[in-house]
């Protein structure tokens, strides 16, 4: 089970712990993450009211994704009234504006409308775009959108989430959305059926030349011998892209009697047996296919992938349709082809440039039957792309967990709402450690030890890591850190984060028992938060649901994390808490725990000193003055 282990940790023998206190901010401090927004009590109200997955665990077992991203760079204050929307909200609160760039459906409209402010704007050049998004918190494309980089650097942060109404997400820059930290989310399930039959269609309607025919009639013509088709049954169908799409169309064109081949390198090989449908390579699928029909997502990997190399080794006389993404062929090589006659028909709904010039060859070539990206246009399915990506896109608004993030690392909501309170325990950390660090900067390398009785492998810990990244960066910076972005960010700055899972003999109950922090290869303005080993070293544990400070460098203490830290280092002797404590009082700051942790009795101690105000320097001065005390430091949490 464990890959190394401990000791169980005991209870520290020489700590005292003296309590007064307020309740813990865990939920709204969650929710603040996943918004990367200040902690208000707007955000409890949303999240209650709309039954977030902060108190409703069991409203779905799907594994759901983290999808926050909503940020701001406006001061805490601001953002109480500017972040979030909603007609249950408060009062005082501004409500979101969504920008819808393309046509959606109504009822997905109806939705977005109860939430926020709906700008329906389509057909925006780039540049009207760009200066809208700078006013918008969240956008909603199809595929018509190009959502570049200069998109979101002139949305100035306050774009939080993009939300794309159908499958395809060639059209956003991801690279840029994440850099930014804002969320992307689509809606990859409503349209499957809608895509599969278009494909199926174009498939029929190429094999009898319907469209040609059609037009042929309409022009006076009755041309019976000229558009003669081919029959589908017992014909190779090779689908290319196993995936939603492909496995609908493999489905139904079986049940025109036609044998299905897949080239899908991903696909599992079972669900392919389920369907009747035997996996191939992507040579074999060319060379043996009748029909080609192609249903991968356009990526580097997979552009122009079908060129004059792929047209050479097709069987002479292929049809092919493409329902997919029109840079996946080339469509100069497909012409080729068509007029070579190695490809005796195209049927195609997607190009390379939407719309294709009006002098396109592969448009108007008499062997080629179009569609002007129609796949997912059918009224059911617009119905349910809108509803499923206005769902998605409301919700990351409100800092809840998403199915469909397309940039943010999936977290079962099982996961996540056991974590909730280690989360907030792993920022508040990393601003603790940070701020034990001479000067603030210059932290290359942070270890991050989990102690758990769970094995290693069961402890998701990426939350975690982007929460302890947050602490550690934004105190000394202007980046701000979410779920989205803290790996990119921890990167681009050059903090290296390693950590360590460590199995203690606790209660299996709780997913973790301590997280320690420790910075290497940096000065401490705070001697006593050094380790043995030399690293700023701080560890907490959550106890009774809220975070605490279990050490400081080598001093155990016991102090809950909550207001701000006063930590001194002093001579153990008797009277210390009150001289202390009268200083703070006389300033009326208001103590609101304190814990003293010593080595060895009579000599050094720490006293944690919790304290709701943030004490004035003379205060402070008059702290460091009282003669007992060595050195101290003054934290914000
Ligand atoms: N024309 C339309 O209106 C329309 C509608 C819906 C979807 N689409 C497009 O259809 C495509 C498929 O959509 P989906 O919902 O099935 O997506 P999906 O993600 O469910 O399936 C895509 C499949 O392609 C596979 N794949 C990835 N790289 C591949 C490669 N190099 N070779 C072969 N297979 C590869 C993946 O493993 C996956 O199984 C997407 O490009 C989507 O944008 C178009
Ligand atoms: O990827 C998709 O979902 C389809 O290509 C549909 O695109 P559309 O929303 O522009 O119709």
Redesign the pocket.
Known sequence: MASSSTKPISTPPFTTTISSSSQPSTRSSLLSFLRNTTPTPISLKLSHSRNSFLNSHSSSSRSLSIKNATKTIESAETSRVSKVGGQDADSQETKPTILVS?KLGEAGLELLRSFGDVDCSYDLSQEDLCKKIASCDALI????TKVTRQVFEAAKGKLKVVG???????NVDLQAATEFGCLVV???TA?TVA?AEHGIALLAAMARNVAQADASMKAGQWQRNKYVGVSLVGKTLAVMGFGKVGSEVARRAKGLGMQVIAHDPYAPADRARAIGVELVSFDQAISTADFISLHM?LTPSTEKVFNDDTFAKVKTGVRIIN???GGVIDEDALVRALDSGKVAQAAL??FTEEPPPKDSKLVQHERVTVTP?????TKE??EG?AIEIAEAVVGALQGELAATAVNAPMVPAEVLSELAPYVVLAEKLGRLAVQLVAGGSGIKSAKVVYRSSRDPDDLDTRLLRAMITKGIIEPISDSFINLVNADFTAKQKGLRISEERVVVDTSPEFPIHSIQVQLSNVDSKFGSGVSEGGDISIEGRVKYGKPHLTRVGSFSVDVSLEGNLILCRQVDQPGMIGQVGNILGEQNVNVSFMSVGRTVQRRKAIMAIGVDEEPNQETLKKIGEVPAIEEFVFLKL
Do not use: K, T
């Open positions: 393309e494309v199809r595929s018509g794309r109404a159908g499958v395809g997400i060639d689509n809606a990859p349209n895509a997502p329902v997919a993404r709904d997607v990206h129609l796949g997912a246009s399915a617009q792309v």
